[in-house]
Structures are given as C-alpha cells and as structure tokens.
C-alpha cells in the first residue's frame, strides 16, 4: 500500500521513525510532520500565514520525508493537495508518545491528522504508545500498527473512517491480545498553582492529574489490563440520540 505517514511529536520524534522503519518494509511512504513538537493541538489548523515545507532527510528511512511548521492536522493537508504524487490508500499517525484513549482523543494532535485524512475521505490509523509504565517499546507499537493495516488490507474499511491503536507500555509478552472497544472515561482533576505575580498578571504552572473511570468494554480500561485497544472513530460528532427529542422543541416553527 501507499501510505502517508504524520504525527504531532514532530519530524525527528522516535516513535516517527520506528513507524517507518517497520511499515518501509511492506509498503510505500511519504511523511509530513511537523518541525517541531505539536503535542495536543488538537484540531487546529494554519490560517493566518504562509505554510514552510523543508524536505529532510531521516537516516535509515528510505522515503520522501518533509517538514512541516504547522499543526499535525496542516501536514496532512499540504501532504494530500501538494506533497503526494498521485493518491495514498492510507494516512497513518504516530507513534506517538503518550496514550490517545478516553476524552484524550479531542486534545490529541496524533488523532486529529488521521481525523483529517478521514475529512478527505482516505481511512487513517492513529497509532498511539504509553509512557507512564515500564517498558516505552516503539517497535512493540510499530508491530501491532503493522498487523492492523494487514486486517485493513484483507478487510477494507470506510473511506472516512479513523481507526484508533492505544499499546500498553509493559513488555511484549505481557501484552494479552487486542481488543476492539469503545472509548472511555479520561478527565482531569486540574490545578493551576500560581508562580508569578507581575502588576496585573499572573503566570501559572499546570499540575492536572488524570482522573479515570475506567469502566470495562472501554480503552480506558483495557489498557489498564495490558490489552492492544482499538476503536473506530469518526468526526461526526452529533448526538443522535438527542435529534428527535429537541426536534420536537421546535415543531411550531
């Protein structure tokens, strides 16, 4: 397959190269990153200046790569109108460092670049490692993400549709399988403590802690249990449930 790979850990973040390294053997890549880290920027795109593309080079890495002073939702953009040549069967983003699980998946830059390729009807995988354990294994990450598109490829899915790879940080024979699972429960408890104090302005440093209900059949909880997760996402964020409800609010107009 042709694959378009990004991430919001930047161009030279290694779980970027392992990705590479991996998928190079099987598939064909172009990669648009950012040039510098991009973490949690969410979907946010560039409007209000010119966009700077660099080609670069990444040792070992045997593809077209390019850097991006953007936002990880603009390198998939600028990759598909103007960095392709001809299309790509998939964008695949990540692997970045730190879980995209629970609510996360609204903050998570990683995501929304596949979230975009989805926009623009290519399917996307967002791959995604943890860190907070004991073992911070990329290529344990790149492997799962490998037989993942092996499915894709054998299966299909959607044009529009973001699959969503969350791999526990322990060790690879602790890992007891995937689990295909909603998403959960992933909030913060924050806590802004004051720092410093100039006339009129206080400067403030963030301290949020993770407050998770971790209630099972979800990624949250799976991880926790040393599962591979995977969940279909799609950025149609309508609340179905609700539209014949409030509907019938408003029948009088």
């Not at 850097?67 to 390198?75: F, H, I």
């Not at 354990?133 to 549709?161: F, H, P, Q």
């Not at 979800?218 to 149609?236: G, W």
Request: hydrophobic share 40%; net charge negative.
């Amino acid at each position: 397959m042709k694959l378009l790979l990004a991430n919001d850990d930047g161009i030279n973040a290694e779980g970027l190269y392992a990705l590479a390294e991996e998928l190079q053997k099987e598939h064909e890549l172009i990669i648009s990153a950012p040039d510098s880290q991009r973490s949690a920027s969410s979907h946010s795109i560039t409007i209000n200046r010119p966009l700077t593309v660099r080609e670069v080079v990444l040792p070992g890495i045997n593809c077209k790569a390019y850097s991006v002073d953007g936002t990880p939702a603009d390198c998939v953009r600028i990759a598909l109108d103007k960095l392709v040549d001809g299309k790509v069967d998939m964008v695949i983003s990540g692997i970045n460092r730190g879980l995209n699980i629970g609510t996360d998946v609204l903050y998570s830059g990683t995501v929304s670049a596949a979230i975009e390729a989805a926009i623009y009807k290519v399917p996307s995988v967002a791959v995604s490692l943890e860190i907070e354990r004991k073992n911070e294994d990329y290529k344990i990450a790149a492997k799962y993400a490998s037989m993942v598109l092996n499915k894709i490829k054998e299966n299909g899915i959607g044009e529009n549709t973001v699959l969503n790879i969350n791999v526990p940080g322990v060790f690879e024979d602790e890992i007891k399988g995937i689990k295909v699972c909603k998403i959960g429960s992933r909030t913060y408890a924050n806590n802004f403590v004051p720092i410093a104090v100039d006339g009129n302005a206080i400067t403030y440093s963030i301290n949020d802690s993770v407050i998770e209900a971790s209630h099972e059949d979800t990624d949250t909880y799976y991880i926790e249990d040393n599962y591979v997760t995977l969940t279909p996402l799609h950025y149609d964020f309508t609340n179905f449930n609700m539209l014949n409800d409030i509907s019938k609010w408003f029948k009088e107009f």
